[in-house]
């Protein structure tokens, strides 16, 4: 996590050490899972700065239209090896799982063939760095026999994984109505229920994946990615935080092209 002691901000010899990493290293490849509501387009976007879909690619380099892609889609058929880019910030190479809603075995040996694939990768840019897993908390069950199938059944070696709670203020408007219940007044329960909300669901249901035998490395919560000016930089921060070694995060910070000087103050403390 970010240390809390004040740092000077990064020299412009500190910014084009991380920009040289990634001419060097190539760019930051990361595998998304998730139900189909999950929000990961949307948080993929706000990650990237943008409001554009992404392009799509083959795993040979080949662009792959949207009129091709979308029927298959719409049938369930799709590739994971496609590579997914913004071009407001080509650093990154995303990966969709797509599919992952039942928890069936298929789905799961496809992403276990994929990350042992990619780990067996000489060359840095072509590796699987991180796993974002989405988990929309808008549904009645937090967790879905996918979920529990993959952090029961799903070794990642050593690519971290990081739990990412989407839709969670859906979480904060039913502490609202908790503490209201409680007799708490409306102003006093709009301030406390995100605190509540968080302190409610690391009781009932976080446990239910860190005790699981492949739990996540991290977590954090994701609120109002919906809206135009949403930002995560908890996930950025997060992602830093549980990467195995430094070039691996110098090379994430220098994709970070909305909070650059912030993550590469990070790294430089490591």
């Known amino acids: 996590m970010l240390q809390d002691e004040p740092t000077s901000a990064p020299s412009s010899a500190d910014i084009k050490r991380a920009q ?9 490849r990361i595998l998304t899972i998730g139900r189909a509501n999950a929000g990961k387009t949307t948080v993929l976007q706000r990650i990237c700065n943008t409001t554009e879909q992404p392009e799509i690619y083959d795993s040979k380099g080949v662009k792959i239209e949207n009129s091709v892609v979308a029927p298959s889609a719409a049938r369930g058929s799709h590739d994971i090896e496609n590579e997914l880019v913004f071009r407001s910030n080509a650093g990154f190479i ?21 990350i042992e694939e990619h780990s067996k990768q000489k060359v840095l840019q072509d590796q699987v760095h991180a796993i974002w897993y989405c988990i929309p908390m808008d549904d009645s069950r937090p967790f879905t026999a996918a979920e529990k199938a993959f952090f029961s059944d799903c070794g990642t070696g050593r690519v971290p994984v990081i739990a990412i709670f989407t839709k969670f ?69 997060q992602t830093a935080a549980v990467l195995d070694g430094k070039v691996l995060q110098q090379l994430f910070v220098s994709t970070q092209q909305n909070n650059l000087e912030l993550c590469i103050e990070y790294a430089v403390k490591q």
């Open 94 to 114: 995303f990966h969709d799982s797509r599919g992952f809603e039942a928890g069936g075995a298929t789905e799961l040996d496809q992403v276990k063939v994929f």
């Open 20 to 28: 040289k990493v990634r001419e060097k290293c190539g760019r930051f």
């Open 169 to 237: 203020d859906a979480l904060d408007n039913k502490a609202y109505r908790t503490l209201i219940k409680e007799n708490i007044s409306r102003k006093d329960a709009r301030a406390q229920a995100p605190r509540r909300a968080v302190d409610d669901f690391e009781k009932s249901h976080l446990d239910d994946i860190y005790s699981r035998q492949y739990p996540p490395k991290g977590h954090v919560y994701l609120r109002d990615m919906n809206k135009p000016e949403a930002k995560c930089p908890e996930l950025t921060a």
